[in-house]
């Protein structure tokens, strides 16, 4: 049974950072593409960054680029999202996600092609 477990949330002030972790169990990251999703209180899921399944192309949703970076280490089967510059805005639940098929997906933006999600970790951001 693959598993994901994020750790690394926390409260952070304006302008701090944060690096959380999302840890597999089951099956190897290498191979897969994955994904950070994150949500707000009162707000649907959205996209916030994600890694293609050979680890060279990433991606960013607009708010976070140059600032949030994805990285992936396969030896550990775990995959990061340092977090920098955080702002109020970045308050929210942040979830890695990991789709069963191996290779590329469709689009990494889009929640459908990921089947496994973890719990999530909460990121709060004082300003």
């Known amino acids: 049974q693959v598993q994901l477990v994020e750790s690394g949330g926390g409260l952070v002030q304006a302008g701090g950072s944060l690096r959380l972790s999302c840890a597999a169990s089951?099956?190897?990251?290498?191979?897969?593409?994955v994904g950070w999703f994150r949500q707000a209180p009162g707000k649907e899921r959205e996209f916030v960054a994600a890694m293609d399944w050979t680890g060279w192309i990433t991606d960013y949703t607009d708010s976070v680029k140059g600032r949030f970076t994805i990285s992936r280490d396969n030896a550990k089967n775990t995959v990061y999202l340092q977090m920098n510059k955080l702002k109020p805005e970045d308050t929210a639940v942040y979830s890695c996600?990991?789709?069963?098929?191996?290779?590329?997906?469709?689009?990494?933006?889009?929640?459908?092609?990921?089947?496994?999600w973890g719990q999530g970790t909460q990121v709060t951001v004082s300003s």
């Open positions: 089951g099956r190897t990251f290498s191979g897969y593409a």
């Open positions: 996600a990991a789709p069963k098929r191996a290779g590329a997906i469709a689009t990494m933006r889009n929640e459908d092609p990921y089947d496994y």
